[in-house]
């Protein structure tokens, strides 16, 4: 691989800061297969764009006159001064992309800037995606357009405040240089924290070229960290495979129940710690349509809305292809074991997506019936094209029973009002009043999601240097159950539907 030439940088790299953070970089200790050394590019003038404050703070940054002072924190948040204790580093992983795998592919963009201990010690990653160009750089010059870091700022944020497991965005800067040059935009390096960076693909990494001891102490480091009660198991390695699956399972039943396609669920993008990640080609659906994709590369549907979950338990077979070395027994007991533990993805992921959707629709406890009417709520609204965020609320003020929402319906209204009595008889059987089941709605269906439409429009003035739409769509996303200033928001688009198929 080629050396990174960067005459511009100094020897010693970029200076050290005091911010109040804690940093361990325990990841760093483990052995140089790991990852390559590497201090982010300096950039020509670095302007902060948005801090998250709240999460800042968390990080030990609660020092008022730092967080006030945006010279500083341009500095640090674009890398061209760092957190003392930090220890930049770009990891190295493997991964299937689009079913075709791939050896190297390692952080491009992105450093692992260090880990730092939180206010509740909880262990976080801070990385910088869009520092220039790192050893595993195949192209480009390693920067993030503008647009690219607005989607993931909002996007992230969002699903934070609906409580889906996902990184979090830190800090937005902007370079004062192009992303490329076939890319006009402005330059952007987007600070984001994570509990773990860990990924499938980094499980494949060794896996793939026999570095056995190496994978070892990978999943030793993922269990001490991630999964501490399970070293004392007696296979700890399936344990770590169950535990996975359990998490990878919970995170898609999210993604379907809210709505949200990730687009691009590729093994070096899964997460071993269950978060969300990479909201390159995500999107939040606006009509139901099951076939839903948003990604240019996905040409066949492998990731569109309805196949996350079959996505999911192929990725987790990857997992379990990388493990079975270090499981107990002879290696057939070994397949077998693996094998058992990802068929467990299923009923996990439909119990999972099953209560949380009971909870959109307000009922209360688990009755037989449920999964059926569940069903034929969703064939409905896929054979209508109803947008799906909207219809819960339509739903919640038809709680009364008058079934006014079977005007949506059109022709097949009388089917509709069909499954209306059995929601509305099933409702009943709570023992709770109407209000009761409309204040359990309105808990569990967000007034905002970051629709695509709005996203785009938040973009287009950021390209104009007008940030006002994004500040104040942000703050929407970040209280999703709340009504918004702006009534827009939380209206799908006029040129429904706004996904392609």
Not at 128 to 138: E, H, K, S
Not at 150 to 171: D, F, K, N
Not at 345 to 369: H, K, N, Q, S
């Amino acid at each position: 691989m080629n050396a990174i030439n960067k005459p511009h940088l100094k020897n010693k790299g970029p200076a050290q800061s005091m911010t109040g953070m804690c940093f361990d970089n325990s990841y760093a200790r483990l052995p140089g297969a790991f990852y390559k050394r590497c201090d982010p590019d300096s950039v020509a003038n670095p302007k902060l764009i948005a801090l998250n404050r709240p999460l800042a703070v968390d990080l030990g940054m609660d020092d008022p006159d730092l967080l006030d002072d945006h010279g500083l924190l341009s500095d640090l948040f674009s890398g061209n001064r760092l957190p003392m204790g930090a220890e930049p580093i770009a990891t190295a992983f493997a991964g299937h992309q689009f079913g075709e795998f791939v050896h190297e592919l390692g952080d491009e963009q992105t450093l692992l800037v260090g880990e730092v201990i939180d206010r509740c010690q909880q262990r976080k990653d801070i990385q910088l995606n869009g520092c220039g160009r790192t050893p595993f750089a195949r192209s480009g010059d390693g920067r993030s357009p503008l647009a690219a870091a607005i989607r993931e700022y909002l996007l992230s944020e969002a699903m934070h405040a609906l409580g889906v497991p996902t990184t979090r965005a830190l800090a937005l800067t902007t370079t004062g240089e192009f992303a490329s040059l076939d890319n006009p935009q402005p330059a952007t390096v987007m600070a984001r924290v994570t509990s773990c960076h860990i990924r499938i693909g980094t499980f494949e990494y060794f896996a793939r070229s026999q570095q056995q001891g190496a994978l070892r102490a990978l999943a030793d480091y993922t269990i001490a960290r991630l999964c501490p009660e399970l070293m004392t198991r007696p296979d700890p390695y399936l344990s770590l495979l169950r535990w996975a699956v359990d998490r990878q399972a919970k995170l898609v039943a999210h993604w379907v129940n809210i709505g949200f396609i990730h687009g691009e669920m590729d093994t070096d993008k899964v997460s071993l710690a269950g978060e969300t990640s990479d909201y390159g080609a995500s999107a939040f659906l606006d009509h139901y349509d099951p076939d839903a994709l948003f990604s240019a590369s996905d040409l066949t549907g492998r990731y569109a809305y309805n196949n996350q979950a079959f996505a999911a338990q192929w990725n987790l077979s990857r997992l379990a292809e990388a493990l079975v070395g270090l499981l107990h027994g002879s290696k057939a007991r070994a397949v077998a074991e693996a094998s058992r533990a990802v068929k467990e993805f299923r009923p996990r992921y439909e119990d999972y997506l099953l209560d949380l959707t009971r909870a959109r629709l307000g009922l209360d406890g688990a009755m037989p019936e449920d999964r059926q009417l569940i069903r034929d709520l969703r064939q409905l609204l896929a054979q209508h094209k109803i947008d799906y965020h909207s219809f819960f609320h339509k739903l919640a003020d038809d709680i009364d029973g008058g079934g006014i929402t079977a005007a949506l319906f059109g022709s097949e209204a009388g089917r509709y009002l069909d499954w209306y009595r059995h929601w509305h008889l099933r409702l009943t059987l709570t023992g709770r009043s109407s209000e009761q089941c409309f204040q359990a709605m309105m808990a569990a269906n967000p007034l905002v999601v970051p629709r695509n439409h709005v996203i785009e429009r938040v973009i287009e003035r950021a390209l104009d240097q007008d940030f006002s739409e994004f500040y104040g769509f942000l703050n929407a996303v970040r209280s999703p159950f709340e009504e918004p200033d702006d009534h827009t928001y939380c209206h799908p688009p006029e040129d429904n539907p706004a996904l392609s198929r």
